[in-house]
Nanobody, 125 residues
Framework: QMQLVESGGGLVQAGGSLRLSCASA????????MGWFRQAPGKEREFVAH????????YYTGSVKGRFTISRDNTKNTAYLQMNSLKSEDTAVYYC??????????????????WGQGTQVTVSS
């Protein structure tokens, strides 16, 4: 069983930056694609970004492209989400998730195998 723990959320003004971290334990981190999702109040959880097991490829949803950067450090079993130029519409609980490297890269909740508990990001305008 893989455990994922997010950190780094908080309150930031519009235009500011935050860096989220996702620490992993329990399984071989480098055998998992890592993704970030977010869920705003009253909305469904939505895909934000994912990164391949070796960091070799990344993919972003359109609304964050050019502002967010996903990365990972397999020596630290940690994934990151650097968020710049934050907007009020980025306010949400952010979740990291792990998907087996054997699967086709996914952008839906159902395609991921393990989830963290989430960290709140609030952007004030």
């Amino acid at each position: 069983q893989m455990q994922l723990v997010e950190s780094g959320g908080g309150l930031v003004q519009a235009g500011g930056s935050l860096r989220l971290s996702c620490a992993s334990a329990g399984l071989t981190f480098s055998r998992y694609r890592m993704g970030w999702f977010r869920q705003a109040p009253g909305k469904e959880r939505e895909f934000v970004a994912h990164i391949a097991w070796n960091g070799g490829s990344t993919y972003y949803t359109g609304s964050v492209k050019g502002r967010f950067t996903i990365s990972r450090d397999n020596t630290k079993n940690t994934a990151y989400l650097q968020m710049n130029s934050l907007k009020s519409e980025d306010t949400a609980v952010y979740y990291c998730a792990a998907q087996s490297w054997l699967k086709v890269p996914g952008t839906t909740v159902q395609e991921y195998d393990y989830w963290g508990q989430g960290t709140q990001v609030t952007v004030s305008s």
